[in-house]
């Protein structure tokens, strides 16, 4: 029996078919294998992105952290620093009132001398004392005939003295004290008209 082309068509063409087949299958396992690389690439990417995003916020958190231990540190040190401030600017104020504070012993052991001495031991004292307070920036105010401010002078009693002009004080009872701005006493005086 002879073959005729018709024959073998039918016989070569399942093995093309099979061949495309194949060929197909090879492709789309290429394509299917390329695609499971790429989710792969990308899970990696996604794992590495989080992984990236985790460790700068582990790294913030601990920044964080520094931070408000070092704020806390700051906080007990400054007030440590303060008290010990208060404290020193105190002791220094005394020291320098020390001085005047012996010098009141010394008028006080005097003993048996002559009162105009006396007196004029008491007069240095008062000129030491003075001194101590204008070195401490302590300054006095409220002197006869200055102008009278509510402000810094405490007027206790009212007088009238054709003399004296309006709101001027007549008498001090007792100096005001200023260290800076801040006033220590007010003056208290005696006003007129």
Do not use: W
């Not at 920036?137 to 409220?142: A, C, N, R, S, W």
């Not at 405490?154 to 003295?161: L, W």
């Amino acid at each position: 029996m002879a073959k005729t082309k018709k024959d073998e068509a039918p016989a070569t063409e399942p093995a093309e078919a099979q061949e495309a087949k194949e060929e197909a299958e090879k492709t789309e396992k290429a394509s299917s294998e390329k695609k499971k690389n790429e989710s792969k690439k990308a899970e990696k990417k996604a794992e590495s992105k989080t992984e990236k995003l985790e460790k700068e916020l582990a790294a913030a958190k601990e920044a964080h952290i520094r931070t408000l231990a070092e704020y806390d540190n700051y906080r007990k040190r400054s007030t440590r620093e303060k008290e010990a401030a208060y404290g020193d600017s105190k002791a220094d104020c005394l020291k320098e009132l020390l001085g005047v504070l012996d010098n009141f012993e010394r008028a006080i052991n005097a003993g048996d001398t002559e009162l105009e001495s006396y007196k004029k031991g008491v007069e240095m004292i008062y000129t030491s004392f003075c001194e101590t307070l204008k070195k401490l920036g302590v300054e006095p105010f409220g002197e006869k005939g200055e102008t009278f401010d509510p402000n810094i002078h405490n007027g206790v009693m009212h007088t009238e003295d054709e003399t004296l002009g309006e709101n001027v004080i007549a008498q001090v009872f007792s100096k005001g004290y200023r260290l800076g701005d801040r006033i220590l006493r007010p003056a208290m005086v005696q006003v007129a008209n």
